[in-house]
């Protein structure tokens, strides 16, 4: 699973992605998470699974969609909560759900 989290400027999600790998078990080993603004995502859209969207953007939702259609990527939500609290734990939660 290659996992892409956006914000404003890439730098708030970097410190979520490390207690997202923190979290994740011996059978998720493999998976990819990477930060990045939301200025860069149409540079490498193509090479994740799901784009998770920090809640300070949630407001460019449509444009974050209208990139990740043609690769048929999910967009979500990080939940306010967890991602004010890094609980990287919940964040996976949503992705494991999938």
């Given at each position: 699973m290659n996992i892409l989290l956006v914000c404003a400027c890439g730098a708030s999600t970097s410190i979520l992605v490390e207690a997202m790998k923190?979290?994740?078990?011996?059978?998720?080993a493999?998976?990819?998470?990477?930060?990045k603004s939301i200025q860069e995502v149409k540079e490498s859209v193509g090479k994740y699974d799901v784009i998770l969207m920090a809640p300070q953007i949630r407001y460019q939702r449509k444009m974050l969609e209208e990139i990740a259609a043609p690769y048929d990527i999910t967009v979500l939500d990080i939940d306010?909560?967890?991602y004010g609290?890094?609980?990287?734990?919940?964040?996976?939660?949503s992705v494991r759900s999938l």
């Open positions: 923190n979290a994740l078990t011996e059978s998720e493999d998976w990819f998470i990477e930060a306010s909560v967890a609290t890094c609980n990287g734990e919940k964040i996976l939660n």
